[in-house]
């Protein structure tokens, strides 16, 4: 089954404690993104990257980090959470960019991340 | 202001009702339209694509965009309760960083 999977779905932890949530795609997706959704902002995008070692800021990347080693997976990484990081995230692919339907963003189940 | 306007509702409407969702947006860039549908605790899915102005329908849905009013609809024909979910916009300008601009979602509940 084609799809967008995320580790772990649930999380709590404590200001400063480094923590990895991961992104696998099985679809041979080129583009990968996170979006971070909170309630009257919508949802919003911290990262994205257009290939494997190709990664760029969205409109939030403060106090994230990301990796594309491989081009099936897109891992977020917050070096030390603060509060303000509590929040649902969800990872997003696409085979590309650009061409109508190549950019068509398929997102995974979500993380619901909650920093004390 | 934000560069897309949605209704956040909640929209109540009894079965088998026509339903309208709807969106405007400010940047004249945007070309890429779509409509997610989004269950409690789960993430957004794909449910209409379009690309630039016009029409699309799918089944019951029907997605219909105005740029030259800056305006996006979605239509729901003999609505279902399984149609109760979350209805988001989004819309990208197709460059390279392919980001969406989403609205903040229409909560959709049918009554039985």
């Known amino acids: 089954e084609a799809q967008v999977t995320q580790n772990p779905r649930y999380l709590i932890t404590v200001t400063g404690k480094k923590l990895t949530v991961t992104c696998s795609q099985n679809?041979?997706?080129?583009?990968m993104s996170w979006y971070r959704q909170d309630p009257g902002l919508g949802l919003r995008q911290i990262y994205y990257?257009?290939?494997?070692?190709?990664?760029d800021k969205g409109d939030v990347p403060e106090g994230y980090k990301v990796s594309r080693k491989e081009k099936r997976n897109f891992p977020l990484i917050l070096e030390s959470p603060s509060p303000n990081q509590t929040s649902l995230y969800f990872c997003?692919?696409?085979?590309?960019?650009?061409?109508?339907?190549?950019?068509?963003?398929?997102f995974g189940p979500g993380t619901r991340l909650t920093v004390l | 202001q934000k560069e897309v306007e949605q209704d956040p509702g909640p929209l109540s409407v009894p079965e088998g009702a026509i339903v309208s969702l709807n969106c405007t947006y400010s940047?004249?860039?945007?070309?890429?339209f779509m409509w997610y549908r989004q269950y409690s605790r789960k993430g957004p899915e794909l449910l209409m694509y379009t690309y630039s102005s016009g029409n699309k329908e799918d089944g019951r849905f029907t997605a219909q965009v105005d740029k030259s009013s800056k305006y996006i609809s979605l239509f729901i024909r003999d609505s279902q309760p399984s149609d109760s979910a979350t209805y988001l916009c989004a819309m990208s300008d197709g460059g390279a960083t392919n980001k969406l601009i989403f609205g903040t979602g229409t909560l959709l509940a049918v009554q039985p």
């Open positions: 990257s257009m290939n494997v070692e190709v990664t």
């Open positions: 997003a692919s696409s085979l590309g960019w650009g061409r109508s339907s190549y950019n068509e963003q398929f």
């Open positions: 940047n004249s860039a945007f070309q890429y």
């Open positions: 679809m041979n997706h080129e583009y």
